[in-house]
């Protein structure tokens, strides 16, 4: 895995990388370098060949940087020279740095990790209002993508093989979020969000707020359940490849009686209140809960119990378990 410095002025890169760890989950072979007021170019070079010195693997490294033509900066330009395959990226943002921990996972080298963070970087800059942003800086998130079914086909088109494909179903009290919107999109690759929720879908706020958060180059969706089981069984979109979010596992449970074929369900964060136990850091369960995950198990639905791809799964079975004793203790 490419190893990665975080490099700036003060305390900045330092908060970033504990930024990125809230959103993405610990990282290995990741360190922050920081130059202090009462530090010369020369301390700075030998903070940063010691962190490096720490890596699993030391060939392949890259550096995100705050400021081009800074100290940081300066002293990482001169090491690139005597290494060939550091790569250096300046400008740094966490955008950069959640695109920069998704694409290490399949990258062989530190070039290929900075060739595909350089454009989200970019698309991570936007404004509000929108109509401030020059022409040339629209949200990339604003064109759908071409294989998307719009109201111009014709229904009973069939798109692709006439089927939606689910990269992942998700059920999390907070539906759309930073995790989810850099973290599990990363993961996946979608070209769609969609949020099932009959609650949502009538909340212009929320609505709103969702379709906001999406990132760049993917569409967000706010729908009622029986609209997700319409465009389940709709071949337009065929060629569409959806990741679902539930607020409830009940919303889920519905879907599924209605016909959506979903076989691997994640179990991101189901928020504590009154009347549910804790089983698990993100999940709380009551009785309803319980039984509806249950219902769900039985129609042979898997479960991946964790909040981001870089978690270990929690065992299903051992947290089942832990909810029925406590329930059943609470009862």
Same mark, same amino acid.
């Given at each position: ?5 975080? #490099? ?16 993405? $989950? ?5 360190? @922050? ?43 990482? *330009? ?9 790569? @250096? ?11 920069? !921990? ?13 060739? #595909?963070? !350089?454009?989200?970087?970019?698309? $991570?800059?936007?404004? =509000? ?19 998307? +079914? ?26 759309? &979020? ?7 999109? =990363? ?9 099932? *929720?009959?609650?949502? #879908? &009538? ?12 990132? +760049? ?16 069984? %709709? ?15 009940? %919303? ?36 309803? %809960? !319980? ?7 039985? =129609? ?32």
């Amino acid at each position: 895995m490419v190893s990665i410095v975080l #490099a700036s002025h003060g305390s900045f890169a330092e908060g970033i990388k504990m930024s990125g760890q809230m959103i993405f $989950g610990p990282q290995e072979n990741v360190a @922050a370098v920081t130059l202090t007021p009462d530090m010369g170019p020369d301390d700075l070079r030998a903070k940063i060949l010691e962190a490096v010195s720490g890596f699993d693997d030391q060939d392949q490294v890259l550096f995100l940087v705050d400021l081009q033509g800074g100290t940081p900066w300066n002293q990482v *330009s001169l090491l690139l020279e005597e290494h060939p395959t550091w790569v @250096a990226v300046g400008g740094m943002n966490l955008p950069m740095l959640i695109s920069a !921990y998704g694409e290490r996972m399949g990258a062989e080298t530190a070039a290929d990790v900075a060739k #595909a963070i !350089y454009p989200e970087a970019k698309a $991570g800059v936007c404004i =509000k209002p929108e109509e401030l942003a020059p022409a040339e800086a629209a949200p990339a998130a604003a064109a759908a993508p071409a294989s998307a +079914p719009t109201g111009a086909i014709p229904e009973g088109t069939v798109l692709g093989d006439g089927h939606i494909k689910f990269v992942m179903c998700r059920v999390d009290t907070r539906l759309l &979020h930073g995790q989810v919107a850099t973290t599990w999109t =990363k993961q996946t690759n979608p070209d769609r969000i969609i949020v099932v *929720s009959d609650g949502v #879908a &009538h909340d212009e706020l929320r609505k709103t707020m969702i379709q906001q958060a999406a990132p +760049p180059g993917v569409k967000a969706h706010v729908i009622p359940i029986k609209k997700m089981i319409e465009v389940a069984k %709709d071949p337009r979109f065929g060629a569409t490849k959806a990741m679902l979010l539930f607020e409830t596992p009940q %919303d889920l449970l519905a879907c599924v009686e209605g016909g959506v074929d979903i076989k691997e369900v994640n179990l991101g964060s189901m928020a504590h209140s009154v009347g549910k136990v804790v089983v698990t850091q993100a999940i709380a369960m009551d009785q309803d %809960d !319980y039984d509806t995950i249950e219902k769900l198990a039985a =129609k042979g639905i898997k479960f991946d119990v964790r909040k981001v791809p870089a978690d270990s799964p929690e065992n299903f079975d051992s947290m089942m378990n832990k909810a029925k004793s406590e329930l059943a203790a609470q009862a």
